[in-house]
Nanobody, 112 residues
Framework: QVQLVESGGGSVQTGGSLNLSCVVS????????MGWFRQAPGKQREFVAD???????HYADSVKGRFTISRDNAKNMVYLYMNDLKPEDTGVYSC??????WGQGTQVTVSS
């Protein structure tokens, strides 16, 4: 069974930075696409970024140029580096393994 645990969330002011981490146990991490998604209060979960097993990355338009996703296959970890944060980035950020398994999420709050 695949398990994911996120960490690194918190509260920052507009323009601040946060770095999220997700560690994965089980599965075959190095062969699967890993992604980050977020859900704001009262809204549906939305795609933020993903990275394939060969390091091809995709970003939502709303975060391009501000967020960076990376992975470390030796540690079974995926990261999301978030810069120039805005209040609309507020939400629960979850990592996903092949969009099949999900972590519980970590809260990110950006205040104006």
């Amino acid at each position: 069974q695949v398990q994911l645990v996120e960490s690194g969330g918190g509260s920052v002011q507009t323009g601040g930075s946060l770095n999220l981490s997700c560690v994965v146990s089980g599965g075959v991490f190095r062969l699967n696409t890993m992604g980050w998604f977020r859900q704001a209060p009262g809204k549906q979960r939305e795609f933020v970024a993903d990275i394939s097993h060969i390091d091809i990355v995709h970003y939502a338009d709303s975060v391009k140029g501000r967020f960076t996703i990376s992975r470390d296959n030796a540690k079974n970890m995926v990261y999301l580096y978030m810069n120039d944060l805005k209040p609309e980035d507020t939400g629960v950020y979850s990592c996903a393994y092949a969009r099949l398994y999900w972590g519980q999420g970590t809260q990110v709050t950006v205040s104006s």
